[in-house]
């Protein structure tokens, strides 16, 4: 299932290009015009709309103000390629027919600001509730006139509304917590890192034990005219063969023994 949603961070404007073509020569699939459908929450519900239709073959970038007639600028949401509408409303986050596997079907998720943009392709597919969150992070651009920011991007089925406990660190000669925060599912969770001072030297840990999370790292230059946007990835991406799922679990219990 791949959504894709339209990013939110501080000073940015968040834009989201969709294809209309595979991200591979050797699974089919079916050249055909797809609908691309918007998604939010209102109410304790799903809610979706057909804003438009793509073509084969082409691409379409998207942001906020293309949807002004159904959402406020603030509102998580996220689009998605189907053959046919979906449910108006549904309890549950509907199922989309995953199309390709290797790679899965991507999307442009890009931030910008009036000088510059940053961008990685991606896509997003629900989480299980509850999940966990373990990842390090050495993106951290230590400067006096650049702005960090951690942005915590999370999706799951249902649309109830529930709140999890983040927890940063700071691994050098000692390991210590800096700082902890609430977050909230199905949103876009923005913590800035400046104020807790990270040195060159130091590797910042980020650990969530009831929720899980693609890890965003953006920096932003003073005057906006550079940025950076990265992300990390779980544990069981860095397992070659093997039970990877074992393997990140018990990382991540080893880590959060600690």
């Known amino acids: 299932m791949q959504f894709y949603p339209i990013l939110q961070a501080p000073g940015c404007l968040g834009k989201t290009t969709l294809y209309n073509f595979p991200p591979n020569n050797w699974e089919y699939y079916p050249r055909c015009t797809q609908i691309v459908n918007l998604l939010w929450i209102?109410?304790?519900?799903?809610?979706?709309?057909?804003?438009?239709?793509?073509?084969?073959?082409?691409?379409?970038?998207?942001d906020h103000s293309d949807f002004s007639a159904f959402i406020e600028q603030d509102v998580f949401c996220l689009l998605c390629l189907t053959n046919s509408p979906l449910?108006?409303?549904?309890?549950?986050?509907?199922?989309?027919?995953?199309?390709?596997?290797?790679?899965?079907?991507?999307?442009?998720?890009?931030?910008?600001?009036?000088?510059?943009?940053?961008?990685?392709?991606?896509?997003?597919?629900?989480f299980p509730a509850p999940g966990s969150l373990l990842t390090f992070s050495p993106l951290i651009q230590v400067d006096e006139s650049v702005h960090?920011?951690?942005?915590?991007?999370?999706?799951?089925?249902?649309?109830?509304?529930?709140?999890?406990l983040v927890q940063l660190y700071k691994l050098s000669n000692s390991f210590s917590l800096l700082d902890s925060f609430y977050v909230y599912n199905n949103?876009?969770?923005a913590y800035k890192l400046d104020p807790l001072r990270f040195s060159s030297i130091d590797l910042p840990a980020i650990i969530c034990k009831n929720m899980s999370f693609i890890p965003l790292f953006l920096s932003v230059s003073l005057d906006g005219s550079a940025l950076s946007l990265e992300h990390t990835h779980p544990p069981a991406?860095?397992?070659?063969?093997?039970?990877r799922r074992d393997?990140?679990?018990?990382l991540k219990n080893r880590w959060f023994s600690k």
């Open 42 to 62: 209102a109410n304790g519900a799903w809610h979706s709309v057909m804003i438009d239709e793509l073509s084969y073959g082409s691409m379409r970038r998207y």
């Open 148 to 164: 960090n920011y951690l942005l915590l991007l999370n999706l799951e089925k249902s649309p109830m509304r529930r709140g999890a």
């Open 237 to 243: 991406s860095y397992v070659i063969h093997g039970r």
């Open 87 to 126: 449910p108006r409303s549904s309890q549950l986050l509907p199922d989309i027919i995953q199309t390709t596997t290797t790679p899965t079907w991507r999307a442009t998720l890009e931030l910008s600001t009036t000088t510059s943009s940053t961008s990685y392709q991606g896509e997003l597919s629900p």
């Open 187 to 189: 949103a876009i969770s």
């Open 247 to 250: 393997a990140q679990k018990y």
